[in-house]
């Protein structure tokens, strides 16, 4: 079960919101697909985007997007209209080691992998 863990960072002058995703059981390597189609864009294109992506990471990321928008508008009190993907990347989590039976006795080992994706948004800056 995927699991949300919500923080709050601010840096002199420039603030920023995120979110992250932890335990998403997904592997890492095709969320990354996902996640590089909307780096750096601005969220309100980042989710169009990811609305008509046909892959099973795009609702996830779509997700933990929309709770960073929340955090950004609820904890910093930024306008969600003039947010942007300033950071956005997927670590690997704990992978799940399962056993598939093969011929003549022989086990193959299968790896259910997982990921954490961080979402950090940012105001784009007036000029």
Known sequence: MAEKVEEKVEKEG?????AIARYVRIAPRKV???????RGKH????LAILRHTPKAA???VEKVLNSA????AHNYNMNPNNLYISKIYVDEGPTL???????????SRINK????????VSEKKEG
């Open 113 to 120: 992998r997982t990921s954490h994706i961080t979402v950090v």
């Open 14 to 18: 420039v603030s920023e919101a995120r």
């Open 97 to 107: 080691k399962r056993y598939r039976p093969r011929a003549m006795g022989r086990a």
């Open 58 to 60: 795009s609702p996830v």
């Open 69 to 72: 928008v929340a955090n950004a």
């Open 43 to 46: 969220v309100a294109e980042a």
């Open 32 to 38: 990354r697909l996902v996640v590089d189609l909307i």
